[in-house]
């Protein structure tokens, strides 16, 4: 079904991209989103998966690099016309979205920080690329450092412990050493990252740096893809860096401006996740309006029965209030980082935990309407409920996002 989309504001040329989006997350992303659920971590992340095709065609299109600039090769899109485009490769498949967002993560840093040999070196290459043969990841949790990685900006919340990846100056550069977890999304085919890392071991968490680099450099490891749950089409895996030399620019952010980088990172990686879970939640309402006008128990389509339709209502008002919410934080974020240089984290964190929230609550209504069927592989919801099941862990567990926005929002209005 075309889900009706309200918002009028939207011109023709967007309506456009959004329906082109639309089509190649129903003609690749769904059939190559499923096939891949269906292959083990290591096979999807291997030589020959169907992954790096799909990559490849996402590449070509330009979906990897939605919003940089058409000067350099990116699709320059407005933050509202990504959005609509990152909602429909979501719909398509969830973890084919996240591997497509997150492969230009280092280039959109080196270009934010502004750095030149950064931009020479990490996103130039990047968005003249259009083969999928350059992939980024962001590597930040480590095996003892999960949560706590992410509320660096935060006092009350700042881990006084050494961090498991340390950079170190030597001569002109830096020396890294340490290991990533093994949930690094894109961590086993990743080219490039966006690595955070501790530079002063006898300090907390908060005393961290940002370095981009080549995965290719001596010195780098990368570990097996994880098995897991949900999102099982984007591979996750650990990093390991044993005395890796990067130059002197590579490290762009350094301890004083750490923790104010990482609530805006933050805030634009939970804005995100807020679209993609809206792509997600509409994926398994479609589902389930399709299947209940077709399934026939009592005597007819069970989209006819009062509380079949009282489910599907609730379901839609779910997915409409995602839609609003999740369109609204990121275009008003990703305009304040371009107009003032600091984004809203509270807003990014409301629409991050809210849509992904409401994105487990449609895909558990649309197996329940499934009956039996909603727990077998012969339809995709209860793929869906994995995949929403991963999107409250990813980016930030919801109950601790919760507290790090709450603690902004009280200071803010104190
Ligand atoms: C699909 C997916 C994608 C991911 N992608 C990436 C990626 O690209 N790069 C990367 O580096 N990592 C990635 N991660 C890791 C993710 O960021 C972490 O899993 C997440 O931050 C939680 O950390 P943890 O798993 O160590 O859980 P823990 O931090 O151990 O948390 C376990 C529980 O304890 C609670 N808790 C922890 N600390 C506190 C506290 N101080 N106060 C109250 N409660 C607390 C949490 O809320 C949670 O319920 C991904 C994870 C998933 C599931």
């Given at each position: 079904m ?39 971590g ?7 998966s ?13 979906y ?8 350099l ?11 609509l ?12 979205a ?8 280092p ?13 020479e ?20 949790t ?31 550069g ?6 990533k ?35 290719d ?5 990368h ?73 026939v ?9 009062q509380?079949v339709?009282?489910r599907?209502?609730?379901?839609f008002?779910l ?8 369109r ?7 305009t ?36 039996g ?12 409920l994995r ?28």
């Amino acid at each position: 079904m075309d889900f009706f989309d309200y918002d009028l504001s939207l011109g023709d040329e967007q309506r456009e991209i959004q329906k082109a989006a639309r089509t190649f997350a129903a003609e690749v992303l769904r059939p190559a989103g499923i096939a891949l659920d269906r292959l083990s971590g290591r096979e999807v992340s291997a030589p020959g998966s169907p992954l790096f095709d799909v990559l490849r065609q996402a590449s070509e299109l330009g979906y990897t690099r939605l919003l940089g600039p058409e000067a350099l090769g990116g699709l320059g899109l407005s933050p509202l016309t990504a959005a609509l485009v990152l909602e429909e490769l979501a719909w398509g498949n969830l973890g084919l979205a996240a591997v497509f967002f997150l492969a230009g993560t280092p280039a959109q840093v080196a270009l934010l920080s502004g750095n030149s040999e950064a931009i020479e070196a990490i996103a130039v290459p990047y968005f003249r690329s259009s083969d999928g043969s350059l992939r980024g990841c962001w590597a930040i949790t480590e095996p003892d450092h999960g949560s706590d990685t992410l509320g660096v900006m935060r006092p009350e919340l700042v881990v006084k412990a050494p961090g498991q990846v340390v950079a170190r100056r030597e001569g002109d550069g830096w020396v890294i050493r340490g290991q990533k977890s093994a949930w690094v999304s894109n961590g086993p085919i990743a080219t490039h990252a966006m690595l955070n890392v501790h530079l002063e071991p006898a300090a907390g968490l908060d005393r961290g740096g940002v370095c981009l680099l080549s995965l290719d450099l001596p010195g780098v490891t990368h570990g097996p893809a994880l098995e897991k749950h949900g999102a099982r089409s984007l591979p996750q895996g650990e990093l390991f860096f044993d005395d890796v030399h990067v130059p002197r620019w590579a490290m762009v952010v350094e301890p004083d401006a750490y923790p104010a980088y990482m609530e805006n990172h933050l805030a634009s990686f939970n804005a995100g996740v807020g679209v993609v879970a809206t792509g997600l939640a509409r994926a398994a309402f479609d589902a389930a309006l399709a299947y209940t006008r077709e399934r026939v128990q009592g005597g007819r389509p069970i989209a006819e029965h009062q509380s079949v339709r009282a489910r599907l209502f609730r379901m839609f008002q779910l997915v409409q209030a995602c839609r609003t919410l999740a369109r609204g934080v990121w275009t008003s974020n990703l305009t304040l980082l371009e107009t003032s240089g600091r984004m809203r984290l509270e807003h990014s964190i409301a629409s991050k935990v809210f849509c992904t929230q409401a994105a487990h609550e449609v895909a558990t209504l649309a197996v329940q309407l499934h009956g039996g069927n909603g727990l077998t592989r012969e339809y995709p919801v209860e793929m869906f409920l994995r995949d929403a099941t991963a999107l409250t862990v990813a980016d930030g567990e919801n109950a601790y996002l919760s507290q790090i926005g709450a603690g902004i929002l009280v200071e803010r209005q104190a």
